[in-house]
């Protein structure tokens, strides 16, 4: 499978924490700031977190922050999400793409499987 295939997802009551994963296949991803997005049911997908090349700049967005970490490891071919403190409005299925701007991901048809997170006690 080539691409970007998120994993990680699952099940966890509201609290808890999980780890998501997207590994690269195909190619490196040692050029590209890398992005963390997600879809609510019935929203919008919009972005939650991104990452520099080096990994030594990072954002969130204001509903995530101080509750998810973004990291990667290049060798690896892979950038992560910590999910700590997760609330049931942070159900979604998300995503990674290999940049930050969602319209970049839309322009070009991108967007992966995804992997499903669903918050509930």
């Known amino acids: 499978q080539l691409g970007l295939v998120e994993s990680g997802g699952g099940l966890v009551q509201p609290g808890g924490s999980l780890r998501l994963s997207c590994t690269a296949f195909g190619f490196t991803i040692n050029y590209y700031s890398m992005g963390w997005f997600r879809q609510a049911p019935g929203k919008e997908r919009e972005g939650v977190s991104c990452?520099?090349?080096?990994?030594?700049?990072?954002n969130y967005a204001d509903s995530v922050k101080g509750r998810f970490t973004i990291s990667r490891d290049n060798a690896k071919k892979t950038v992560y999400l910590q999910m700590d403190s997760l609330k049931p409005e942070d159900t979604a299925v998300y995503y990674c793409?290999?940049?930050?701007?969602?319209?970049?991901?839309?322009?070009?048809?991108?967007w992966g499987q995804g992997t499903l997170v669903t918050v509930s006690s």
């Open positions: 793409a290999t940049t930050c701007e969602k319209s970049k991901v839309d322009a070009l048809n991108a």
């Open positions: 990452i520099s090349t080096s990994g030594d700049s990072t």
